[in-house]
């Protein structure tokens, strides 16, 4: 008996021993596993490489302005055109034959990806910007369907036409009188901005905010716009994705703002959904909404879509004006230049302010000057997708499953392979064959993106900037404060310069 009690004894302290044991390599190894986890997901993994103690160091910005331009310069040196930043696990491309790879010949292999659905999903859902596979097809048909029409060109033509006779023109006529008194200045980016918005947000719901009108607040949904989409670039610029994702889940900070902001944006679409089909009729309004609401019954996914054209169609041509005019301001031969070609087309400015889609046509040197300054300045300066499957890039680079890669536009502008050793001249000229506009291709100019998800208001756009352009340049003298300054950029989804672009308003001579 006392044998059989000390042997269960003896077997009792094995098995104390036994789940000790088990518990402590347990603990020791979710211990480990979490260290591990956080160091991969939190802590930016190490790398000795110059690039990379650089980029973390943040000692590129002893010599270039803007990370884009220190981008650039490593493009260049690389005898690939490609650079891989292993602390972002990010490959950066300038070479055409790769952005043809991943836009074209392996799109499959390079969706947007959930990190990137992860960052901008709050803000735009379902929408275009932000799916892959059948949700963005079904966009994208109808879509190019909605955007290819005649009738919604002449709709956007005539909705740009009337923002800048009724707000823009006059609202710098007034600034003209207040000059001589006070030299008065004014923020051209704002300006820009505010007219963009006005201009999308008629477009897509038919509704007009009259960001433009400067005695009125800036709407509530503007402003709520502006947060929501600031707050979401942020979050790419998080060390982890989970110190966002952690701040979201504790309502904490921005993310908090922008819980906020987007409730008041759906609000807002919700009302502006309900009314029109309250109002019935959508077949003959003509708005973006209106054509969507056709065929689609669910409000959220109405919301989604059209949320993701505001984005695509506001700050892309302000900032596509504002450096027009920064790069105007240096370069008064191509002002005078579009001015000659307009008063030959228009006849002089004083007789015809308005130009019309005919004559507009007929401007090869203005197409050729916007084409030059979104070059030299791409609205949206990269663009990124994640690899779904392991992959060999045309010039040898290899990629792993799950690492994200970057097309550059901004450096491909700037790079002599692509355009020559006069690659950083400001030149429309180098668009024109016998004084007739000649297009790139977009692989090599991939502004507007390039392959099976290329822009789809690409012609809006362009007729967006050259009207303002033209109906500015006829009209007024911009003087831009400090046009020697080289541009700093804000961090965002499109770029913006920090500062502004402030301006002194003269009439013409
Ligand atoms: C100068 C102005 C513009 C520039 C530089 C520009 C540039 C771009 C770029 C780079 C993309 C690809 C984005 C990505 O991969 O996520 C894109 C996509 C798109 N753009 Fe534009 N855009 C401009 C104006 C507009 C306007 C005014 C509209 C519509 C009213 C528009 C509608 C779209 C749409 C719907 C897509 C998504 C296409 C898809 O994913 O299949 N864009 N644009």
């Known amino acids: 008996m006392e044998g059989m009690v000390s042997n269960f004894l003896w077997l009792q302290s094995l098995f104390t021993s036994l789940n000790f044991l088990f518990f402590s390599f347990t603990l020791v190894f979710s211990t480990l596993g979490l260290f591990l986890f956080l160091s991969k997901r939190l802590l930016k993994p190490c790398c000795g490489c110059e690039i990379c ?4 160091s943040s000692s590129w910005s002893k010599e270039f302005n803007n990370l884009c331009d220190w981008y650039t310069h490593l493009l260049r040196e690389s005898p690939t055109q490609t650079i891989h930043v292993h602390v972002l696990r990010n490959i950066i491309t300038a070479n055409p034959k790769n952005v043809e790879r991943i836009v074209k010949t392996n799109f499959e292999n390079y969706p947007k990806g959930k990190p990137f659905s992860a960052i901008l999903g709050d803000l735009l859902g379902r929408g275009i910007f932000n799916v892959d596979g059948e949700y963005w097809k079904f966009q994208r048909k109808m879509a190019s369907l909605a955007l290819g029409s005649v009738s919604i060109r002449n709709y956007a033509f005539e909705i740009v036409t009337c923002e800048i006779r009724d707000r823009l023109v006059p609202l710098l006529s007034s600034l003209v009188s207040q000059e001589v008194q006070k030299g008065a200045v004014l923020d051209l980016q704002d300006v820009f901005r505010r007219f963009s918005f006005d201009t999308i947000c008629k477009f897509s719901f038919g509704l007009d905010p009259k960001c433009l009108e400067l005695s009125l607040p800036m709407s ?5 716009f502006d947060l929501a989409s600031r707050i979401s670039a942020e979050r790419a610029l998080s060390p982890s994705a989970l110190i966002w994702k952690i701040k979201r889940f504790l309502n904490l900070g921005t993310e908090k703002d922008l819980r906020q902001a987007i409730k008041l944006l759906n609000l807002l679409a919700e009302d502006m959904i309900k009314s029109k089909r309250k109002m019935g009729g959508l077949s ?5 909404l209106s054509r969507f609401m056709q065929s689609i019954d669910d409000d959220n996914y109405l919301r989604d879509i059209v949320v993701s054209f505001l984005l695509a169609g506001r700050d892309t041509v302000a900032s596509g004006l504002t450096s027009l005019f920064w790069l105007l301001a240096n370069h008064p031969h191509v002002v005078s230049a579009i001015r000659e070609e307009s008063d030959k087309i228009m006849g ?13 046509r007929k401007m090869q040197y203005l197409q050729a000057a916007i084409h030059e300054s979104l070059r030299l300045f791409p609205p949206v300066q990269f663009d990124s997708r994640f690899s779904q499957a392991n992959d060999v890039l045309p010039d040898g680079t290899f990629v792993e499953r799950g690492t994200r890669v970057t097309y550059h536009a901004y450096a491909m502008g700037r790079m002599e392979h692509i355009w020559g050793s006069g690659c950083l001249e400001f030149k429309p000229e180098r668009w024109l064959r016998d004084g007739v506009f000649t297009p790139e291709n977009p692989i090599k100019y991939p502004v507007f993106h390039a392959g099976l998800r290329v822009c789809l208001g690409k012609e809006m756009a362009l007729v967006e900037m050259k009207t303002v352009a033209l109906s500015l340049i006829r009209k007024f003298e ?31 001579n």
């Open 478 to 508: 911009l003087q831009v404060s400090s046009p020697d300054n080289w541009p700093r950029f804000a961090p965002g989804l499109t770029a913006t310069l920090r500062g502004g672009l402030p301006v002194v308003v003269k009439e013409r």
């Open 348 to 360: 002089p400015s004083s007789d015809n302010e308005f130009v019309t889609h005919d004559q507009m």
């Open 220 to 224: 509530e949904f503007a402003t709520a």
């Open 284 to 288: 003959a309004q003509k708005d973006l």
């Open 53 to 56: 103690q650089t980029y973390l």
